[in-house]
Structure formats: structure tokens, C-alpha cells
């Protein structure tokens, strides 16, 4: 599975979104410093999700950070998001 | 130095400094393009901050990611307080937030949401 499966995967599997979009970037970032190159380095995700309802901007961030913890201490360097609940 | 030398060293650093931004680069030029949003963002504000390279120390970037429990770079902390890494304070810029928050810590700053 590519990482941007797994990380697919892993955010369905956490907050069953009502919308989930991974985009892959990483070739926007090559040859940057500490860009490493691979392909699967930076990531941009948008989740909807009821899990965030509530929530501040922070501990919604921390979420995401914590379902997707194995992929940023390995391959993934740079995760941007856009977290919103269902209203917003 | 040691783990727990290096997690004091960014103590003193959040708590030395109203405004610190862990980062890629310096704020004169920075490495990377979200590190580069924060600076653009607290330049606008015209405030006063310090930066901090973590690619000039690899304990200090693998550090900061501990000391915050946040695992990316750059990261922001006012007043002792972490608020958060790129996203958070651009959206946070852009709703006034972050200009409410720096004045409610009596931030000196060029308070005005982003020209439409």
C-alpha cells in the first residue's frame, strides 16, 4: 500500500469523515533543505469530521497528528490540514 | 547534550522570549515555505520574536518535537505557550485570533486582519 493509502486509510479509520481529501505534495517540496526526496514527504489533508466538534484548533490537530503518528516519524516530514466539523 | 540539557534548553528558551518561533531557516531566510508563512505572518504583525533553527542542531529539531508533542516544524509559542505549527496560526491570522491573542498578552503588535 502506498502511504498515501495508509494514511487514507488510517483517517477513515479514525474519524469517519463525511469528507476526506489527501493530496500528495511532496513533489512541490523536492530538493528543498531536509526535503528528503521520496515522494511521499509532504501531505495535505482535509477531514470533516463529527470527532472534531467542539474542539479546539489544537487538540483537532493533535488528533490527526496522533492517528498518523508511525507515517510523521517515518516517511512524512510535513502535514498540512484543514480540520472542520460538519457546521463549519 | 543530553536529552533532558536539551529539553531545558527549550524551557528557557519559551520562557525567556515573548515570542519564539521554532522553525526551518532563519527568520532572515528561511528553509522551508511553512516556516516562511509563520515569518511573513509575525512580520505583518510587526512583532518582536525570536527564531530558532532547528536545522542547525538535530537534537534541538527531534527536542522541540518532544517538548511540544507536536510532530512537525515550524511551531510557535507566546508567552510560554504553544500555539501551534503553520496551519493553526495562518487560520488564526486570518480570523483575528492571532492578533486578539498577542494584545490580551499585551503583545505590542500591528493589529489588523489580512487586507481583503
Known amino acids: ?88 | 547534550m543530553s536529552e533532558q540539557e536539551i529539553h531545558d534548553w527549550i524551557g528557557k528558551q519559551v520562557a525567556s522570549n515573548d515570542i519564539v518561533l521554532f522553525m526551518k531557516g532563519s527568520k532572515q531566510f528561511p528553509q522551508c515555505g511553512f516556516s516562511s508563512q509563520v515569518v511573513q505572518i509575525l512580520e505583518y504583525l510587526d512583532v518582536d520574536y525570536s527564531d530558532v533553527n532547528v536545522l542547525d542542531d538535530m537534537s534541538v529539531r527531534e527536542g522541540v518535537k518532544a517538548y511540544s508533542n507536536w510532530p512537525t516544524v515550524p511551531q510557535l509559542y507566546i508567552k510560554g505557550e504553544f500555539v501551534g505549527g503553520c496551519d493553526i496560526i495562518r487560520e488564526m491570522f486570518q480570523d483575528g485570533e492571532l492578533q486578539q491573542l498577542l494584545t490580551s498578552k499585551d503583545i505590542k503588535n500591528n493589529a489588523q486582519t489580512m487586507p481583503a
Open chain 1, 1 to 88: 500500500m502506498s502511504v498515501e493509502q495508509v494514511i487514507r486509510e488510517k483517517l477513515n479509520e479514525a474519524f469517519t469523515p463525511e469528507r476526506l481529501e489527501v493530496v500528495n505534495e511532496s513533489d512541490k517540496h523536492a530538493g528543498h533543505a531536509g526535503s528528503p526526496g521520496t515522494g511521499t514527504s509532504h501531505f495535505r489533508v482535509t477531514i470533516v469530521s463529527e470527532k472534531f466538534d467542539g474542539l479546539s484548533r489544537i487538540d483537532r490537530h493533535r488528533l490527526v497528528n496522533e492517528a498518523l503518528a508511525q507515517e510523521l516519524a517515518g516517511p512524512v516530514h510535513a502535514l498540512a490540514m484543514k480540520t472542520l466539523s460538519p457546521g463549519e
